[in-house]
């Protein structure tokens, strides 16, 4: 009897699984309620509740870190617990947040709100200003990118009556002046870009319709976004406008509440962050202007002044190395910090620009191993004094939260997280597996000291978009898997930013089955290095990591036991007409296009799915409220896996958006029934390691 196994590469477009791509659709959903029966049914059992719960209070606990920005002399927290699953807004001092057990002012109960309005409310944006007691706030439904806009009283801890109000889109708003919102909202007919998102930047007057506000600045419909920033630093608040053409190349201007009235002299490809009369920026290639070429990755500064009136003279803030890149940078309070990670060990910079020129020093008292990361205090940089805060872990120890205060030579702990696991016996080290290309490829593994040839390895992976993977610690990882004898793996694929543009290039467009080929190394290196043997290992990958899960499954089957695929973009074929995936081209590559489609065919899963393979067992989970990567992928590459016969799970919880959950609960529950049904396949009893 023969299979059908369309879509295939020789017919991509015949595809009979595109109903599943219907999110609310009635076929579609009683496919999902299914699903979910089975899989709960299978990996819902008590041990599952027992798991669930005890990390369900690792989530809950009082004593984890509270994070915080400053505005004005207020902190403020989104605080999530058993008591309040959707979070608690609140504000406290410096002074009486260095204290054990500080005492919060309640702003908004979300539980409440949602109860009363009988929506699925998350907060998931607040939008100040200095010296203003008005706020706009991004109220999510479910999770979703998607927000509605409503301002609130700081003062009175309520709603504006007839205040500003905008129904749900991507975007968000800037105050102006107290009357005034820059808005950079999909809202509208036309408002919107190929990729969901806002396509202009309007100026909203309090009294006026949406439909009556002007627009100051447009994109072209196929661009990602138009977006709008206000620089508080200078004295006539200078407007920032930019079109983000793909996800790695902007066009910047500068203006004012009329619009723009000077466009920015610089190559897209670029990193920019202004500052007052301040620019740094981090060209993605070689650049040569003004007689002098600036390597890639190089980090230059100069002032808006000078760059207006013609100047090319850039100071070098930062060079690269084939190992060692910035990771991010910033301003605060006249200074420019720079997070570099030097053979993946973490150091900052400090330059400071004056009329004399730039100084730089190293930012003292911080580790030079584990994962350190460093913002600022304040929320504006107008209200700054230079204050930063830093977290600083690694897989074995808890985050510390150290506030590091300008003019001060040492950094003080504010928070300590609670130790979630036992780590007794259990070390961290450091390896390099061989692509297959000669590529040494970085991983870090965490477990129990020495090698059995068989220990049940977690492995994940992410290997797109610049980001870097770091080693943070993991209370559910630690609790649920080290601390029961497990091991686990992490991994620096090329399509991260770890080394730089290089290595994001990379395993980006073609190069994106180089950071798979990257993954499958480290796997076939765990067993070369007699830690564990391929049906042993669990793999795990979201997102961007998706695509990388479901290619292990149909090209490296035999380096695993089985496969977690979490929130995944799967379909290469159709990703860029499925809500935000047009703005990813940058990445992938565009599949309507005749030659880039012949590399995005050959890391298309769901299209390279063949006949009796011995594809070892998957479990793909989504979430419906996902409106960032469409949860029709996950559906459809389960779908299309069980009716070729193969043991493919699928689990769709309703609310979570593009992550595991709108509260600590069902986190723990969308991870708990990952780590159920991968020990279950890879043969693994608690304890039994």
């Not at 299914?34 to 606990?61: P, S, V, W």
Request: hydrophobic share 40%; net charge negative.
């Amino acid at each position: 009897m023969s299979v059908d196994d369309r879509p295939t590469l020789s017919a991509p477009d015949d595809d009979p699984w595109l109903w599943l791509e219907e999110i609310e659709g009635t076929q579609a959903l009683d496919f999902v309620e299914r699903q979910n029966q089975l899989t709960l049914q299978a990996f819902g059992g008590a041990a599952f509740a027992r798991d669930r719960d005890i990390l369900a209070a690792i989530y809950d606990r009082p004593d984890n870190i509270p994070y915080v920005s400053r505005r004005g002399n207020d902190l403020h927290n989104l605080w999530k617990d058993a008591t309040n699953p959707r979070g608690l807004w609140r504000r406290t001092t410096l002074a009486e947040f260095r204290k054990p057990h500080p005492a919060w002012e309640i702003m908004l109960d979300i539980d409440k709100l949602a109860a009363s309005e009988g929506e699925d409310w998350l907060l998931s944006g607040i939008a100040t200003t200095p010296g203003s007691a008005r706020a706009i706030l991004s109220l999510s439904r479910g999770g979703s990118d998607a927000v509605t806009l409503r301002e609130f009283d700081l003062a009175t801890k309520s709603f504006v009556a007839d205040g500003f109000t905008l129904p749900e889109a991507k975007g968000g708003a800037d105050w102006l002046d107290a009357d005034t919102l820059l808005l950079s909202s999909a809202h509208g007919e036309g408002m919107a870009t190929t990729s969901g998102y806002a396509r202009t930047v309007r100026l909203w007057r309090r009294g006026q319709s949406i439909e009556q506000a002007t627009v100051l600045f447009e994109a072209s419909a196929s661009d990602m976004a138009a977006y709008g920033h206000i620089d508080r630093m200078t004295p006539d608040r200078i407007i920032w406008f930019g079109r983000m053409l793909d996800f790695f190349n902007y066009s910047v201007s500068i203006g004012d509440e009329t619009g723009p009235t000077s466009k920015i002299d610089l190559p897209t490809n670029i990193e920019l962050q202004t500052h007052g009369d301040w620019l740094a920026i981090k060209p993605r290639a070689d650049w040569s202007v003004a007689g002098r070429t600036y390597e890639a990755d190089a980090v230059l500064g100069i002032s808006l002044s000078a760059l207006l009136a013609g100047s090319r003279e850039f100071t070098v803030l930062f060079e690269p190395a084939p190992r060692r890149a910035v990771q991010g940078f910033f301003w605060t309070a006249g200074r420019l910090v720079l997070s570099i990670l030097d053979e993946l060990r973490p150091r900052f910079d400090v330059c400071t620009p004056s009329a004399n020129g730039w100084s730089r020093e190293a930012l003292p008292g911080l580790p030079q191993i584990g994962v350190v990361d460093i913002w600022p205090l304040d929320r504006h940089p107008s209200e700054s004094n230079g204050d930063l805060l830093a977290n600083v872990q690694d897989p074995l120890t808890p985050p510390s939260m150290l506030l590091i205060a300008r003019g001060v030579a040492s950094p003080t702990v504010l928070k300590q997280a609670p130790k979630t696991f036992t780590a007794d016996g259990l070390v961290v080290t450091q390896h390099e597996a061989v692509s297959i290309d000669g590529e040494r490829i970085p991983y870090v593994q965490t477990g129990p000291a020495g090698e059995t040839g068989d220990a049940p390895v977690y492995m994940s992976a992410y290997g797109g978009f610049a980001h870097s993977v770091k080693p943070y610690y993991n209370p559910s990882l630690g609790k649920l898997w080290l601390e029961r004898g497990g091991t686990t793996v992490q991994a620096n694929l090329r399509g991260g930013g770890e080394f730089g543009t290089r290595w994001h290039d990379a395993g980006r467009l073609a190069g994106k089955k180089l950071s798979h080929d990257d993954f499958a190394a480290v796997a076939a290196d765990l067993v070369r290095r007699g830690v564990t043997k391929a049906k042993r290992i669990a793999a795990q990958g979201g997102s961007n990591g998706g695509i990388l899960i479901t290619n292990m499954l149909v090209r490296y089957p035999e380096r695993f036991g089985a496969l977690f695929c979490t929130i995944p973009l799967i379909d290469m074929r159709r990703y860029t007409k499925l809500l935000a995936g047009a703005s990813w081209i940058a990445e992938y590559g565009d599949p309507d296009k005749p030659e880039e489609w012949e590399w995005l065919k050959t890391y298309s899963a769901y299209h390279n799915v063949k006949a009796s393979q011995p594809y070892p067992p998957i479990l793909i989970a989504t979430t419906r409220r996902d409106d960032r990567v469409h949860p029709g992928h996950a559906r459809k590459m389960a779908a299309k896996l069980q009716a070729m016969g193969y043991e493919a799970w699928f689990y769709e919880p309703e609310a979570g958006g593009h992550g595991y959950g709108k509260d600590n609960k069902e986190r723990a529950g969308f991870e708990v029934i990952g780590f159920q049904f991968l020990k279950e396949k890879i043969g693994w009893r608690d304890g039994e390691a």
